[in-house]
């Protein structure tokens, strides 16, 4: 399945751009003028696509506000609330989406969301997701996984906290499920995340291992983990996207603004041009004549005179013979007159 992978109109692949993705995630604050500037924003930055999560606080959990269902974590960006307040808050109202999914197709922008239950998957089929994401939190949900793999569409799914065993048992449901176009994402699931915890020599490890495409969702700060997990062999980077951090939202702490994003976007592209092929010795663009240094005659010498140090060196340009000769040509005798300033050759010396 390590194969170039169709999405949309965009082909996803080693021999392609990286394919970048903006997560919308709640940073719209529950407005939809803000989703739709954040569409438009995304589309400016130079992205592929952005991805909508959707759930409602229902599907995912119960509305309780103690217990396990209280968030009591100091090191956490949303201790202090019930899991039930985070997704209400978090949550892209379904009755958005026709909305959003519109304006992305408009702006030539690909839009695809992450579906947490299997009636989202219902939904979305309905709007004709070109493809679906799943979050490193359901990345075991059998009933999920087959779901998604079912509809026979491209299928990228974050592998945080994942085990090998667990993502081998996850390969296995969406293969026998249909799917044929997977990408993995390498993913720490934590927000933010530290680079130090990225661990991106498993992107290559995972590809061998696996035989399909790795990706990058990224939640630490900054571009630098994006930028050297293309370099790494990702083919893919998602990151989370705000129009600005001071106005808050549940992922903007760890999410980029537009001017950062479009930076990555850049840069990204810069890395993924950069790997190229095994190469060794000149190539092309570099002019190797001009920059190395070869033997001249530097004094004007007469026929039959001895070739000394003082009346050949190795300078630059490289247009005469290789430096590696300088030592059979000393003691020998010019075979003409030559002027100073001409490239020596094996005609000329005896």
């Known amino acids: 399945m390590n194969k170039n992978i169709k999405i949309g109109n965009i082909l996803v692949g080693e021999k392609h751009p990286p394919f970048i993705v903006a997560e919308m995630s709640g940073n719209h604050n529950q407005s939809i003028e803000n989703a739709l500037e954040i569409v438009e ?11 909508l999560q959707t759930y409602t606080a229902d599907t995912l959990t119960i509305n309780k506000n103690d217990g396990d269902f209280f968030l009591n974590d100091k090191n956490s960006l949303w201790n202090g609330m019930s899991m039930y307040e985070l997704y209400e808050l978090a949550h892209t109202p379904w009755e958005w989406h026709k909305q959003i999914f519109k304006r992305c197709d408009e702006l030539g922008l690909l839009c695809f969301s992450s579906p947490f239950d299997v009636t989202a998957v219902d939904f979305l089929e309905g709007l004709n997701c070109p493809c679906y994401k799943i979050g490193s939190t359901e990345n075991t949900d059998v009933e999920l996984l087959k779901k998604v793999a079912l509809t026979g569409k491209p299928l990228i799914i974050s592998t945080g906290m994942a085990t090998i065993e667990e993502l081998g ?38 590809r061998d291992l696996l035989g399909c495409q790795i990706g990058l969702s990224d939640h630490t ?58 190469t060794y010795g000149p190539i092309k663009s570099e002019n190797s004549n001009l920059s190395r240094r070869s033997l001249y005659f530097v004094e004007d010498i007469k ?48």
Not at 316 to 336: H, N, Q
């Open 41 to 51: 924003k995304v589309a400016k930055s130079g992205a592929h696509a952005i991805k």
């Open 169 to 206: 048992q996850m390969l296995s449901i969406v293969t026998e499920a249909g799917c044929q176009d997977l990408i993995l994402l390498k993913c720490t699931a934590a927000y933010p995340a530290r680079a130090s915890d990225a661990n991106l020599l498993t992107i290559p490890h995972m």
């Open 221 to 278: 700060l900054g571009v630098g983990v994006a930028i050297a997990s293309i370099a790494m062999g990702a083919t893919m980077v998602e990151k989370h996207f705000t129009i600005s951090r001071q106005d808050g939202g549940v992922d903007a702490a760890f999410s980029m603004e537009p001017n950062e994003f479009k930076l990555m976007v850049e840069e990204t592209k810069t890395a993924w041009e950069s790997i190229g092929t095994i």
């Open 303 to 350: 026929k039959g005179e001895l070739i000394t140090k003082n009346n050949m060196r190795s300078i630059r340009p490289g247009y005469g013979l290789p430096v590696k000769y300088i030592d059979d040509i000393l003691g020998m005798r010019v075979t003409s007159n030559v002027k100073r300033g001409t490239r020596v050759n094996w005609n000329l010396v005896k």
